[in-house]
């Protein structure tokens, strides 16, 4: 069963620590009280993070898995929707790794 794998329970929703939740149906990252819609962008990469979670994905390994190939955007559209992303999250959940790529960090 896919959603007892992710941890995903019946209203759609993961833990990603013990602030912060994601809910997949509504695309929408739950810290404390607030929540923060995301674009269907900022959710493609979220849940591409939350897949490969503690593993190291360089930009291009981001772009080539969430976006059609003849629509790839730059690195620095990436950039800038990680960024985006961390403002939402805790600022430690995304870590970047220079010249590397980015690690999404979740215990």
């Known amino acids: 069963n896919i959603k007892r794998l992710r941890q995903i329970d019946n209203h759609g929703q993961i833990k990603i620590d013990k602030e912060l939740s994601y809910n997949y149906e509504r695309k ?46 730059e690195s620095t559209t990436i950039r800038t929707y990680i960024k985006n992303l961390r403002k939402k999250l805790n600022d430690e959940t995304i870590t970047t790794l220079k010249g590397i790529g980015y690690r999404f960090n979740v215990t």
């Open 28 to 73: 929408v990252i739950i810290r404390g009280n607030e929540e923060f819609t995301l674009s269907k962008i900022e959710s493609k990469i979220l849940e591409y993070f939350l897949k490969n979670k503690n593993k190291t994905l360089s930009i291009d390994e981001i772009s080539v898995n969430n976006w059609v190939y003849d629509e790839i955007p």
